[in-house]
């Protein structure tokens, strides 16, 4: 069936069930402590003691989705709608690197995800995850590879193309793995069933090469690197296990957090939330009613020093950046869950660890769903409050 046929009833459903899931070992609920309020509301005060300043270093974005650095501490933002900006020295460059004229910018498809190449100092190569428009055809997801020269992006080389998309469930997310590899979150795109097709591209976790091309390792000799996903949106290894992990729009509530392992069948639409089946994943943590997580990174930094090894996501319906604490001895083990920013800050979308030990986080309040300010979209800063 075509994405963009999809029966408006079927849509409507989505939004209106309202069925609530049973919990899954006490996780499948909005757990975990508030951060402490603070007299300055700038400070925030986490459950350990932590506490972190939020600044403001950019305003007046429009609709922005995934955040990225490039050695030498500049910044590269996602516009929905067909940009990429820059941000350098604390300012966004007025000219965009890259403006696209054949983007399908509709409800959650558009320009997503963006990745800088691991080896960028030598070959100055970004890729892109974005949905094409094609006029009288459905819209497609593909792959892009760009040279960035001079705060410009050019060159492009498409290196996966005619992923079918859709106005929802596009995933969006790429980055590069600790094995040179990089990793593409694609959502079912209303096509829950496909999921668990390998051979469709949609409902999986992909893993290519820099040039595109399927890696040896691969489980299936595909991109597919796992699958049974519904709408995956966040994806980042933990510091000292190099496990994946990953976070996931669920279907009313049962919003997730995967660890993900290469072959895997993460469930959807088959289970969900506290259901079980032979030769399914279950995922770690689950939350409902739904936080709607989004882009995520462990915090790898150093001038933060409570919050090393952290696993942290952001938010879109919860308006908070969630935090969970892994033991120390067990790095498979989640021992804390809390939320930070709570409703402070509107709908959040990406986080990323600075080269300069600072967490950067994404505004998405100009998104259709959130309440902007005049000042929306923001990039924040949390840096130590001393």
């Not at 699958?227 to 976070?247: C, E, F, K, M, V």
Request: proline share 8%; with cysteine.
């Amino acid at each position: 069936m075509s994405a963009l046929a999809w029966p408006v009833w079927r849509i409507v459903a989505v939004f209106v069930l309202t069925a609530s899931a049973p919990s899954i070992q006490n996780a499948c609920r909005d757990t975990g402590p508030d951060a402490e309020p603070d007299r300055d509301d700038r400070v925030v005060t986490a459950s350990d003691g932590t506490r972190v300043r939020v600044e403001v270093v950019a305003t007046g974005l429009e609709v922005p989705w995934s955040l990225a650095f490039v050695p030498g501490g500049r910044l590269l933002v996602t516009e929905r709608p067909g940009r990429v900006r820059v941000l350098a020295n604390g300012r966004l460059v007025p000219e965009p690197a890259l403006a696209l004229d054949d983007v399908y910018a509709n409800a959650e498809a558009g320009t997503m995800g963006i990745a800088v190449d691991p080896r960028f100092e030598e070959n100055g190569l970004v890729y892109l995850l974005y949905t094409r428009d094609r006029p009288g055809r459905d819209p497609v997801n593909r792959v892009v590879r760009y040279r960035e020269v001079g705060n410009v992006l050019a060159e492009a080389t498409v290196l996966l193309d005619g992923i079918p998309a859709s106005f929802l469930h596009d995933g969006g997310r790429i980055r590069f793995g600790p094995d040179g590899l990089l990793y593409v979150t694609m959502g079912d795109v209303l096509e829950a069933d496909d999921a668990q097709d390998l051979a469709a591209m949609t409902g999986k976790i992909l893993r290519i090469d820099r040039h595109g091309r399927t890696p040896p390792g691969n489980p299936y000799s595909s991109p597919v690197y796992s699958w049974g996903h519904r709408n995956p949106q966040g994806i980042d290894w933990h510091p000292l296990s190099g496990a994946l992990w990953a976070t996931e729009h669920g279907n009313v509530g049962n919003d997730e957090v995967n660890r993900i392992e290469a072959g895997a069948n993460y469930g959807w639409p088959v289970i969900e939330g506290a259901r079980t089946m032979p030769g399914m994943e279950a995922p770690v943590r689950a939350y409902s009613p739904s936080i709607a997580p989004s882009g995520a990174s462990f915090y790898t930094g150093t001038a933060i020093p409570g919050f090393r090894n952290d696993f942290f996501f952001a938010a879109l319906r919860g308006e908070h950046l969630r935090r969970l604490r892994f033991d120390p001895a067990d790095p498979t083990r989640i021992v804390g869950d809390e939320r930070l920013l709570q409703s402070r800050y509107g709908r959040l979308r990406d986080v990323v660890t600075g080269p300069d030990g600072a967490l950067y986080v994404l505004t998405n309040n100009r998104d259709g769903r959130g309440s902007p300010s005049a000042d929306d979209d923001r990039i924040l800063r949390l840096v130590p409050a001393g």
